[in-house]
């Protein structure tokens, strides 16, 4: 039990007081040298010109929840360290990617325990040093960092020559994460081995790699991220950054990585709910609170639980449990919805193409999506645009009921997904949609050629469902959603199973075993017939059943949408939407008799809490707040604007 109070002491400290300077996980691991590490506010943008006293609201020190950060970081600990390390030797990892897994779990086990056995074996063995692809580079800045006492110094040597020769940490390639993770690194490896990377000198490396940093982060300051709220991806770009905010020794990469933190967590707060990134998300989609690996951190930084039911493997938490790095009070505000004084509200915002992964020039406003984040639940729409790993809709509550609509076809633009189905994500291949505020209109334009002729909205499961007349209410806890049909039928039913589905199963049935895929309950909506229309309106509620039905008495519809694809709509909350198919899977939309156009914007952000444009990023719970004006060549943090709200993105 010693190592456990060292470590909880740690964690607590670090919150409490240090920022930069990481303080030893464990008295066992040689600490870092504090007293020549500046803080947080000795880097330019802070002291230099007063910045830790005009934002001291974006200091991480503000971070509200040492005590509750300090235990689940431990659960995370105990958790991780369970894991068997020897299995990412065998089978198909004999020659697979295990620097992705084993890392992470030997530092789990060697943050209990530094003297750890296991751990020691396999980073020392005659595999680890080899791995530098993007998922084990990450891995090698914190494990020289905190637990460089694990390595021999044969192995500290194989690395340093493997990394030497390296080519990718400078001449990064992949997606968006891929690259992200091995330029982060590259700021990194030349100061902790004393060498240079991609054959070329120390001296030429730290310089090409401090570059490519600047211009990646200001990017996202300008235009956004390519690689837009990846449930799946966005904590490994995180841990790239988590790793120079704690460990390099140039005060401006570390400012640099301090900004590019706050503005990746600020994009996560927006839609955090309950364990839940919500949509829309590219590449990804969480399905249960708690399931996908960003919010496998965010339960670290915002849980108000001590466990969780079947803990995930936290592999990828590590990173972020040994940071000095915390969010903001003003993000943590924001991710738990805490006392904001402004709820329900909506943010409109924009995504921009993929400009790092292809390496294209940034253009801002490829998608638009609105989220609106009410008392009980969150809300995501995105506006236009569908690929085969690009989720459009959803809505989750508080309690972790999540519901997700749209049409089953998954696919790609090349069409390469044609005989899988997307019921969780609904990928939106043929769909026009918007949502203003609490409504959300979802048609599906359909080629008549299309075998499947309806679109869905899943039922949760505990969600209990009524017919009203020609509705469905469905009850999600203390959040109501009715489901209104535009020309359609609903009907309760279940997924269907693809070809492929039903041969697993019947392979299984003949086994003897049971059936391994089983049909989910979800509303059908069903075109009438002549038409290729099928759509619908969905109206939320934080009401229990009965108030909400009395307000729906003030909604009307009039809708031509099989002739003339257009519809106009009252809805509950009594602004009148006009709604029209238009080119592009681009709706004409109108609210209040006032053109929309949001593929227009020209904001990355815009809202009363968070708001981006022209290199500055502006956050505010609505107390107190900070800005970030990534503008010139470094960051400067400054005071928010509070209550601002852009005229451009009035309806």
């Given at each position: 039990?010693?190592?456990?109070?060292?470590?909880?002491?740690?964690?607590?400290?670090?919150?409490?007081?240090?920022?930069?300077?990481?303080?030893?996980?464990?008295?066992?691991?040689?600490?870092?040298?504090?007293?020549?590490?500046?803080?947080?506010?000795?880097?330019?943008?802070?002291?230099?010109?007063?910045?830790?006293?005009?934002?001291?609201?974006?200091?991480?020190?503000?971070?509200?929840?040492?005590?509750?950060?300090?235990?689940?970081?431990?659960?995370?600990?105990?958790?991780?360290?369970?894991?068997?390390?020897?299995?990412?030797?065998?089978?198909?990892?004999?020659?697979?990617?295990?620097?992705?897994?084993?890392?992470?779990?030997?530092?789990?086990?060697?943050?209990?325990?530094?003297?750890?056995?296991?751990?020691?074996?396999?980073?020392?063995?005659?595999?680890?040093?080899?791995?530098?692809?993007?998922?084990?580079?990450?891995?090698?800045?914190?494990?020289?960092?905190?637990?460089?006492?694990?390595?021999?110094?044969?192995?500290?040597?194989?690395?340093?020559?493997?990394?030497?020769?390296?080519?990718?940490?400078?001449?990064?390639?992949?997606?968006?994460?891929?690259?992200?993770?091995?330029?982060?690194?590259?700021?990194?490896?030349?100061?902790?081995?004393?060498?240079?990377?991609?054959?070329?000198?120390?001296?030429?490396?730290?310089?090409?790699?401090?570059?490519?940093?600047?211009?990646?982060?200001?990017?996202?300051?300008?235009?956004?991220?390519?690689?837009?709220?990846?449930?799946?991806?966005?904590?490994?770009?995180?841990?790239?950054?988590?790793?120079?905010?704690?460990?390099?020794?140039?005060?401006?990469?570390?400012?640099?990585?301090?900004?590019?933190?706050?503005?990746?967590?600020?994009?996560?707060?927006?839609?955090?709910?309950?364990?839940?990134f919500t949509a829309p998300n590219q590449r990804g989609f969480a399905s249960?609170?708690?399931?996908?690996?960003?919010?496998?951190?965010?339960?670290?930084?915002?849980?108000?639980?001590?466990?969780?039911?079947?803990?995930?493997?936290?592999?990828?938490?590590?990173?972020?449990?040994?940071?000095?790095?915390?969010?903001?009070?003003?993000?943590?505000?924001?991710?738990?919805?805490?006392?904001?004084?402004?709820?329900?509200?909506?943010?409109?915002?924009?995504?921009?193409?993929?400009?790092?992964?292809?390496?294209?020039?940034?253009?801002?406003?490829?998608?638009?999506?609105?989220?609106?984040?009410?008392?009980?639940?969150?809300?995501?729409?995105?506006?236009?645009?569908?690929?085969?790993?690009?989720?459009?809709?959803?809505?989750?509550?508080?309690?972790?009921?999540?519901?997700?609509?749209?049409?089953?076809?998954?696919?790609?633009h090349t069409t390469k997904k044609l005989d899988e189905f997307g019921y969780?994500?609904?990928?939106?291949?043929?769909?026009?949609?918007?949502?203003?505020?609490?409504?959300?209109?979802?048609?599906?334009?359909?080629?008549?050629?299309?075998?499947?002729?309806?679109?869905?909205?899943?039922?949760?499961?505990?969600?209990?469902?009524?017919?009203?007349?020609?509705?469905?209410?469905?009850?999600?806890?203390?959040?109501?959603?009715?489901?209104?049909?535009?020309?359609?039928?609903?009907?309760?039913?279940?997924?269907?199973?693809?070809?492929?589905?039903?041969?697993?199963?019947?392979?299984?049935?003949?086994?003897?075993?049971?059936?391994?895929?089983?049909?989910?309950?979800?509303?059908?909506?069903?075109?009438?017939?002549?038409?290729?229309?099928?759509?619908?309106?969905?109206?939320?509620?934080?009401?229990?059943?009965?108030?909400?039905?009395?307000?729906?008495?003030?909604?009307?519809?009039?809708?031509?949408m099989a002739q003339a694809g257009s519809l106009r709509y009252r809805a509950?909350?009594?602004?009148?939407?006009?709604?029209?198919?238009?080119?592009?899977?681009?709706?004409?939309?109108?609210?209040?008799?006032?053109?929309?156009?949001?593929?227009?914007?020209?904001?990355?952000?815009?809202?009363?809490?968070?708001?981006?444009?022209?290199?500055?990023?502006?956050?505010?719970?609505?107390?107190?707040?900070?800005?970030?004006?990534?503008?010139?060549?470094?960051?400067?943090?400054?005071?928010?604007?509070?209550?601002?709200?852009?005229?451009?993105?009035?309806?």
């Open positions: 039990m010693r190592h456990k109070s060292n470590l909880i002491r740690s964690i607590s400290a670090i919150s409490a007081c240090c920022l930069l300077a990481l303080s030893p996980v464990l008295a066992r691991v040689k600490p870092l040298d504090v007293s020549a590490r500046p803080s947080a506010v000795d880097v330019p943008g802070g002291v230099a010109t007063g910045g830790h006293l005009l934002a001291p609201a974006a200091l991480p020190t503000s971070y509200p929840d040492a005590e509750g950060f300090a235990s689940r970081a431990q659960f995370i600990f105990e958790t991780v360290a369970r894991n068997d390390l020897g299995q990412w030797r065998r089978g198909y990892f004999s020659g697979g990617d295990p620097g992705k897994y084993l890392p992470g779990a030997a530092m789990g086990k060697l943050a209990l325990n530094p003297e750890d056995a296991e751990s020691r074996q396999f980073l020392n063995d005659d595999r680890s040093y080899r791995e530098h692809y993007h998922f084990a580079a990450i891995q090698w800045p914190r494990l020289l960092g905190l637990f460089r006492d694990a390595l021999t110094e044969d192995t500290v040597n194989k690395l340093r020559a493997e990394a030497r020769k390296y080519g990718a940490y400078l001449n990064p390639g992949g997606t968006e994460n891929h690259k992200t993770m091995w330029l982060t690194t590259a700021n990194l490896l030349p100061h902790q081995l004393d060498t240079g990377l991609s054959n070329k000198s120390k001296e030429e490396s730290i310089a090409t790699a401090k570059s490519q940093l600047r211009r990646y982060v200001k990017g996202l300051f300008s235009v956004g991220m390519g690689e837009w709220d990846s449930s799946t991806y966005l904590m490994f770009d995180i841990n790239g950054f988590l790793n120079l905010y704690d460990f390099s020794p140039d005060h401006e990469v570390r400012l640099i990585a301090r900004a590019a933190l706050d503005w990746y967590v600020t994009t996560y707060v927006l839609k955090h709910r309950s364990g839940v249960a609170p708690y399931d996908s690996i960003t919010d496998q951190t965010g339960f670290l930084w915002f849980s108000d639980h001590s466990s969780i039911e079947n803990p995930p493997r936290f592999l990828y938490a590590l990173h972020a449990a040994t940071s000095s790095y915390r969010p903001n009070a003003v993000l943590f505000n924001l991710a738990t919805q805490n006392e904001l004084p402004l709820v329900p509200f909506e943010q409109l915002n924009t995504k921009p193409n993929y400009w790092y992964g292809q390496n294209i020039t940034p253009a801002i406003n490829q998608y638009a999506e609105r989220v609106y984040v009410s008392q009980h639940y969150t809300m995501g729409m995105l506006l236009n645009g569908f690929g085969g790993q690009i989720t459009r809709f959803q809505i989750v509550t508080d309690d972790g009921h999540i519901l997700t609509a749209g049409h089953p076809r998954r696919s790609d969780e994500d609904g990928l939106g291949r043929y769909e026009q949609s918007t949502a203003v505020e609490s409504t959300a209109i979802i048609v599906n334009d359909l080629p008549p050629d299309e075998p499947i002729r309806y679109s869905f909205i899943t039922i949760p499961a505990g969600a209990t469902t009524a017919t009203i007349e020609n509705d469905i209410l469905m009850s999600l806890g203390k959040v109501s959603v009715i489901v209104r049909p535009i020309e359609s039928t609903l009907e309760i039913g279940t997924t269907d199973l693809t070809p492929k589905q039903l041969a697993e199963n019947a392979r299984e049935l003949d086994r003897g075993k049971p059936a391994k895929h089983t049909p989910r309950p979800i509303i059908r909506v069903m075109a009438v017939e002549g038409s290729n229309r099928p759509g619908f309106i969905l109206e939320v509620a934080d009401d229990k059943p009965e108030a909400f039905l009395h307000r729906l008495d003030s909604t009307e519809l009039a809708s031509n509950a909350t009594g602004r009148v939407i006009d709604f029209e198919l238009g080119p592009d899977n681009k709706p004409i939309l109108r609210v209040d008799d006032s053109p929309v156009d949001p593929f227009a914007w020209d904001w990355v952000y815009a809202g009363p809490y968070i708001n981006q444009r022209d290199g500055i990023l502006n956050v505010t719970d609505g107390r107190t707040g900070f800005s970030i004006d990534f503008s010139g060549d470094l960051p400067v943090y400054g005071p928010a604007r509070i209550g601002l709200l852009p005229e451009t993105t009035q309806p």
